[in-house]
């Protein structure tokens, strides 16, 4: 009876694990060690908070599906992007960047580019960064007429997740969170590249 | 505007079909009954004469061989991205394959962006990477752009449940390369390579680089590169170890047919003539053996040397199969 009780304990525990694990594996990739957890902790709730309101104000525009009118995609896109422009008039560099998270970034990405495979990283980047520069500021939209600098996929690994709605982009040395369905910069970290 | 595009495609496709009555003889492909037949274009979307002119021959040839759809390698819309560039970058140019049902799966390249995944003819469903099947062949249109571990686990999965399909995984940035202007995504290679060897992908096509490279197998997989087929780096295929064969002297696209075990590729130019073509024989395996098949080279004009006699002087570029 004794053993039947602890196998099921057992059981019940590991299922517990198993329902939790994934949970806490699709948050933050990076933070390992609990300094740069807690380092992380503010970026990742900031990056949640924006994701939320760019729901909200995403809600208000007519919903987009795919769509053979190329005209309501650039459409949805330009009226998303001044919605949170609007939204974030008074957004500043560094609002979602903390400046805990920007110094953690920074390690990250010199540790990538110093390490073994960081020759590799800057061959990609430098691959298709463009002839052009654009410095990029909080809220600017994306140009679309130059091409997009391939975010290392080595480093990709190593920074925290981010939901769908963002992707990290180098714009120059900077660092760029972008809102990839309104083209906007959201925040940045200049000067990241080593 | 739109009068003056027209004109431009009308003048393209009649060239076309001049240019097919001569050459379409060498259409190499087998036209097996039950096959999947598509092509593949790379790098194409800048709205210019020449990619109207490679749209032109697509629909020429799509006369001897019917294809279904085409695989998009990236760099769709080139430049801006204005409702009216949709137009003359897409659609105007494959208007008559629009028109007859051919559909287009496009992956991005470092001069789309995210929001193109909306558009309704370049299919992807608003995803920016996904998976389709056309009868035993499963396809992985990838975004080599921005390689996330969501991608990856999400590609691992896939691959894993895709059975004893052709697997056949396409993105922009080629694994391997002899181009000179960007050369090898060593990087990339790091990441997807391992799991194209453990889940035995077959065939690997991609473009960013503006020439058009047929690479030796590359742990039994077979590797294209497609990113000639709207912009050009003439003279820019470097002769390295890793070409089977290759072309930069002018636009290319690809038709592919696959059939059973076999897959048929060709690759045409922009006038028209055959620039490379072989089959590739998938070797059904025990799990754990290491390799895959061989390319038989093809038939006719394949490749290089005989093209270079025929367009005329100082192709030297175009290289010669050396399996």
């Given amino acids: 009876m004794k053993r039947r009780i602890q196998i099921t304990r057992f059981l019940l525990w590991s299922s517990l694990f198993a329902f939790l694990a994934p949970g806490f594996a699709g948050q933050a990739r990076e933070p390992q060690d609990s300094e740069a957890a807690r380092d992380f902790k503010p970026f990742i709730d900031r990056v949640r908070a924006y994701v939320k309101m760019e729901k909200s104000l995403e809600a208000s525009l007519p919903t987009l599906k795919p769509t053979k009118d190329p005209a309501q995609i650039v459409e949805h896109q330009q009226s998303l992007a001044k919605k949170i422009a609007d939204a974030r008039r008074d957004a500043l560099q560094g609002d979602i960047f903390t400046h805990e998270a920007a110094e953690r970034f920074r390690k990250i990405i010199h540790r990538a580019f110093e390490g073994p495979e960081g020759h590799l990283a800057r061959k990609t980047m430098q691959q298709d960064t463009p002839f052009k520069v654009v410095a990029m500021h909080v809220n600017d939209v994306f140009p679309d007429d130059i091409p997009l600098t391939t975010t290392p996929p080595t480093l990709m690994q190593k920074l925290p997740e981010l939901p769908p709605e963002l992707a990290y982009r180098f714009v120059g040395r900077d660092l760029v969170l972008k809102d990839i369905e309104a083209q906007l910069v959201v925040d940045l970290i200049p000067n990241t590249l080593p | ?323």
């Fill in chain 2, 1 to 323: 505007m739109p009068t003056i595009r027209c004109s431009a495609f009308v003048s393209c496709v009649a060239l076309a079909a001049i240019s097919l009555s001569l050459y379409a003889q060498d259409l190499t492909l087998p036209l097996k009954p039950d096959s999947v037949r598509f092509a593949a274009i790379g790098d194409m979307g800048n709205g210019g004469k020449e990619q109207y002119a490679v749209a032109g021959q697509m629909v020429a040839y799509r006369g001897k061989f019917p294809f279904d759809f085409v695989l998009m390698l990236g760099d769709n819309l080139i430049g801006s991205k204005d409702p009216v560039d949709y137009q003359n970058k897409f659609e105007l140019p494959y208007k008559p394959l629009l028109d007859a049902g051919v559909k287009f799966y496009a992956v991005f390249g470092n001069h789309d962006i995210s929001n193109e995944r909306f558009y309704k003819l370049f299919n992807m469903n608003g995803q920016q990477y996904y998976t389709y099947k056309k009868s035993n062949v499963r396809f992985f249109a990838l975004d080599s752009n921005y390689m996330t571990p969501q991608q990856l686990a999400w590609l691992e999965k896939e691959l894993q449940n895709s059975g004893s399909d052709w697997k056949i995984c396409y993105f922009h940035h080629p694994l391997y390369s002899s181009g000179a202007y960007h050369g090898s995504s060593v990087e990339l290679r790091l990441l997807l390579e391992p799991l194209f060897v453990k889940y035995r992908v077959n065939v690997v096509f991609s473009g960013h680089e503006h020439i058009y490279e047929r690479v030796k197998p590359q742990k039994s997989i077979y590797y294209f590169t497609e990113g000639a087929s709207g912009e050009l780096r003439k003279g820019n295929l470097t002769k390295t170890d890793l070409t089977a064969a290759g072309y930069d002297q002018d636009r290319t696209f690809m038709l592919i047919e696959i059939a059973g075990d076999e897959l048929y590729f060709q690759t045409i130019s922009r006038v028209g003539l055959p620039v490379d073509s072989g089959m590739i024989r998938r070797v059904a395996q025990a799990p754990g053996a290491a390799s895959w098949p061989t390319v038989r080279p093809g038939h006719g004009g394949l490749p290089g040397r005989t093209v270079a006699t025929a367009i005329g002087g100082g192709l030297t570029r175009a290289l010669t199969a050396t399996e």
